[in-house]
Nanobody, 123 residues
Framework: QVQLVESGGGLVQVGGSLRLSCAAS????????MGWFRQAPGKERAFVAA????????QYADSVKGRFTISRAHAIETVYLQMNSLSPEDPAVYYC????????????????WGQGTQVTVSS
């Protein structure tokens, strides 16, 4: 099992940017697809983005395409989510997760999760 810790959340104005980080310990991330999910109050956790093991392929939810970018730095076992043009629809707790085998956008296929980091967007 890999341990994941998210950071970088906070308060930002509409149109602003944040970069979330997900740091791993206990095991290398190199063999895992890495994903970001988010959960807003009263809503189910939803897929945001995922990146393949090499970092060359990524997948995004339609709601964040063109605004969010997922990336990974193998040398420091960290995955990032760059969030630009934040909107009132983006506030949530953001989670990173590690996937060994399965469907990238399916929450229940991910075996390891971080504790989440809160993103708040003010208008």
């Amino acid at each position: 099992q890999v341990q994941l810790v998210e950071s970088g959340g906070g308060l930002v104005q509409v149109g602003g940017s944040l970069r979330l980080s997900c740091a791993a310990s206990g095991r290398s991330l190199s063999a895992y697809v890495m994903g970001w999910f988010r959960q807003a109050p009263g809503k189910e956790r939803a897929f945001v983005a995922a990146i393949g093991t090499s970092g060359g392929v990524s997948q995004y939810a339609d709601s964040v395409k063109g605004r969010f970018t997922i990336s990974r730095a193998h040398a420091i076992e960290t995955v990032y989510l760059q969030m630009n043009s934040l909107s009132p629809e983006d506030p949530a707790v953001y989670y990173c997760a590690a996937l060994a085998v399965g469907t990238w956008a399916r929450e229940y296929d991910y075996g390891s999760w971080g504790q989440g980091t809160q993103v708040t967007v003010s208008s």
